[in-house]
């Protein structure tokens, strides 16, 4: 049997995705980054510059693993080799919480540079439930499982994404990771509102919040369309999500995911500041007005 407890729990303070490029100064004066990320396909070699930093880094700050290859909403079953070499990395490691997303990304063997969306039906849920029980037995502890962002909807879908969500945490034991910029980026694609989202999400599941920035587009009927793009500071409406998150859930460690077009690090840690504030005003009792910025020109 699985010991659901063996994971340990993150500091409830802001973390940063970690970048090599940042290393001396998070070795030097981190400020108030409190524990990292990282991506766990960066480091399944053998030795090597970035398995020294990692060992030096894993003396300094709790980590946390994401994984991005497992593909854990793909038809196909999942690559017993990438999950052993994720299970080496945990197990020298030992961090304090590993992650993956409600994505596929294989096919026929053939990986693709991107986490697809699923249809939420009792057929997808069934084969989700199976891989997460798959990847828990062989990593021997709780995974947490991410929200996706959405740029379109399956007509096929029976469950809507917070309940398909819950219940595969019912159903496996594993934990969530709210991406709160997923949720608004969903919420705009899908014209849909993210205030109701996280009021019905099961915040208690959660082990991890994510925030990241996104870029702003148009479809081709001149409608808002948002990115995931991690390459910019996270937006307001994203903050007062944020606020709303915590005012519900109380405080959660919180990411900020920066991965492309990534900035020096007083760029990044004034934005760990900035979550550091909001867990603040959780733990002392003067909350932010907790909708208040949080506009996706849906009517609501």
């Not at 980026?185 to 920035?213: K, M, Q, T, W």
């Not at 990115?227 to 944020?242: K, Q």
Request: hydrophobic share 40%; proline share 7%; with cysteine.
């Amino acid at each position: 049997m699985l010991d659901r407890t063996k994971s340990q729990a993150l500091p409830a303070a802001p973390g940063v995705g970690y970048k090599a490029q940042h290393y001396t100064a998070l070795t030097t004066d981190p400020g108030c980054v409190g524990w990292l990320e990282i991506h766990a396909e960066n480091y399944m070699g053998q030795g090597g510059r970035p398995l020294a930093q990692l060992r030096a880094l894993r003396e300094r700050f709790p980590i946390s693993v994401h994984g991005v290859g497992l593909s854990i909403g793909g038809p196909d079953p999942l690559d017993t080799d990438h999950l052993a070499r994720l299970r080496d990395l945990c197990h020298w490691l030992d961090p304090h919480s590993f992650s993956e997303h409600l994505a596929w990304s294989t096919h026929d063997g053939a990986y693709l540079n991107d986490l697809l969306p699923l249809p939420y039906t009792d057929a997808t849920l069934a084969r989700v439930c199976d891989h997460v029980d798959e990847v828990q037995e062989v990593l021997g502890r709780q995974m947490l499982l991410e929200n996706p962002s959405s740029y379109l909807a399956f007509d096929e879908s029976t469950w809507d994404e917070v309940g398909f969500l819950a219940e595969i945490s019912r159903r496996t034991g594993c934990g969530l990771l709210l991406d709160v910029n997923n949720v608004f980026v969903s919420a705009v694609n899908l014209r849909l509102d993210p205030r109701a989202y996280i009021e019905a999400f099961p915040l208690e599941a959660v082990g991890e919040i994510h925030l990241g920035g996104h870029d702003e587009d148009a479809d081709d009927h001149g409608a808002p369309l948002l990115i995931d793009s991690h390459g910019r500071a996270v937006a307001d409406p994203v903050w007062a999500l944020l606020d709303l998150t915590l005012a519900r859930g109380g405080p959660k460690p919180v990411l900020i995911e920066w991965d492309t077009d990534v900035p020096d690090f007083p760029v990044l840690e004034a934005e760990a500041a900035r979550a550091a504030r909001a867990l603040d005003r959780m733990t002392t009792g003067i909350a932010a007005a907790p909708t208040t910025g949080i506009k996706t020109g849906v009517r609501t």
